[in-house]
């Protein structure tokens, strides 16, 4: 996919914005192999159903099943690299003043990339913590093909996700709204925008004055809110944007 022209006037905003956020969905991880949820096809949910993989009461009934599904998710992203969408989000904290970056995946693949503090909105898949105590797992082996069952209390042991039904981790909840409410500048990259609260961010930026931008080859809901729309692949799309703001700060800095 050729690389999208990036308007000088999102160029503008970039280089005069105070804090920029952003907050990512599976998409950014799309071209290192890892699928999406809801793409026609190869999207996790047209294969597997949700209530059967991911949530308390799935996990309840059937543990070493739905185990073995996220070991599965772990081999797989085991094997990936961040791309080239990964690596631009990192090298964008250094070209602004004040990045947060917001995560609804939980690959870990931000962090792999350089990104410094991601806020894991959805939790991390190779975290592990006691269904009944909630007593963090770190010491769980990998690969592992049964769910372990917890030091303190014998419970099992669960993947450290957030479900359907769950939810989000307070701190990571908290910080994510203020940033977003604070920022002037949000980008939305790679998430069809449908799972709540983590769509309400980009609305809440929105309503407090932020620009809004989109990353995605397919429009989302939230294209008609948004500014500025790339409707690109994030591999792409990203590293341009980098590029030319990169460009565009050298410019201003020789200009002074
Ligand atoms: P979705 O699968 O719902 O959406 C992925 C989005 O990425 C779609 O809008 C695609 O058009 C877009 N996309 C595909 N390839 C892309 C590329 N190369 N570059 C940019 N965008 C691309 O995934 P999420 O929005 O992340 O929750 O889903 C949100 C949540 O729903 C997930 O965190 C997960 C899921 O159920 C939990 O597990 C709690």
Not at 17 to 33: D, F, K, Q
Not at 187 to 213: M, N, Q
Request: proline share 8%; aromatic share 6%; net charge neutral.
């Amino acid at each position: 996919m050729a690389a999208p022209q990036v308007p000088g006037e999102l160029l503008d905003r970039l280089a005069t914005a105070r804090h920029v956020v952003v907050l990512t969905g599976a998409g950014v991880s799309a071209e290192s192999g890892v699928p999406t949820f809801r793409d026609a096809q190869t999207g996790l949910w047209s294969r597997f159903r949700p209530e059967q993989l991911a949530t308390v009461a799935a996990f309840e009934s059937d543990p070493p099943t739905v185990w073995a599904w996220y070991e599965w998710r772990r081999d797989l992203v085991g094997k990936a690299e961040p791309n080239p969408g990964h690596l631009a989000l990192a090298r964008l904290e250094a070209l602004v003043p004040r990045l947060t970056l917001v995560t609804q995946n939980v690959d870990g693949l931000h962090r792999r990339a350089g990104s410094r503090d991601p806020i894991e909105f959805h939790g991390n898949l190779f975290e592990n913590r006691c269904l009944d105590c909630g007593l963090q797992a770190d010491d769980v082996p990998r690969p592992c093909p049964s769910p372990p069952r917890c030091i303190a209390c014998r419970g099992w042991i669960r993947p450290g996700v957030v479900w359907f039904g769950e939810a989000i981790p307070a701190a990571a909840l908290a910080r994510s709204f203020a940033a977003a409410e604070d920022c002037d500048l949000f980008l939305s990259v790679g998430t069809s925008a449908e799972v709540y609260p983590a769509a309400g961010l980009a609305l809440a930026a929105k309503r407090h004055g932020a620009t809004l931008v989109e990353v995605n080859p397919l429009p989302t809901s939230l294209a008609r809110h948004a500014d500025f729309v790339l409707s690109a692949a994030s591999g792409t799309a990203l590293p341009a944007m980098c590029d030319a703001l990169a460009r565009r700060v050298e410019v201003n800095i020789h200009a002074r």
